[in-house]
């Protein structure tokens, strides 16, 4: 059985099946639980994840040892101050929701030509609705250029845009219920409600989908 990556789009999923998997060692980087590297693991010959959150990689090694998977291990580190040769040698390096001109010039440095850097980065409008881009945030011309920048070849990009609407204020606001902390920290949280409170019922989600290839 393939394990298909609880909440991972299956578009991304697909990007990668392109790849001839079961011979290739993948480095997914900030995999918090490991959703992807354990969907990998299921696919590649060797998988590692690294996440700096030590509560988030004993979860994953605890998922992997659930599920049987012998070719995966975890790893706690920094993927945006660290070099990723200390972790692995790997032919992909995955970035789900961990994004930064940091990582991909670190996945640049450890890829040979030919190896493969793919990731999901929020799109910039990713929670339109808060009023406030996130800095972690891409448009396509950003994407492109930073791709050409770090010595990657784009050989895929594209926007997964959904728009949830909701009939209630209470219902949009259960929508963003594990968010809330983080969001009144960087000001979305008030910007949301005001929205709600002139009658917005809406809440976007935008993801930028990559594939490079390291020239
Ligand atoms: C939005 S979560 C995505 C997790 C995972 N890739 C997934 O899709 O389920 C972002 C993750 O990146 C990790 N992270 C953020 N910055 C990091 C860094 N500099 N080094 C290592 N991990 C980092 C966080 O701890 C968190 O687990």
Redesign the pocket.
Known sequence: MRLQGE??SPSFLALLDAEPLEGLTAL?????????ALALAARCRAVVG????PD?IEDARRRAAAAGLTNVRFEV?????EEYDRWAVPDVVT????M?G?IAERAARTLAAGGVFAA?AFHAEQWAETGRRSRFAYDEPQMRALLERTGFEAEHLSVEREVRTFGSVEEALAAVLGLEERWKVDGRWFRYVKYLEEGGRSLTRSHLMVKARRR
Not at 50 to 53: A, C, K, L, Y
Not at 95 to 98: S, V
């Open positions: 909440g991972v997914d980087v900030g995999t918090g639980w490991g959703r992807v690294v996440d700096r959150s988030l580190g920094d993927v945006e101050t970035a789900h929701l961990c930064s940091g999901v």
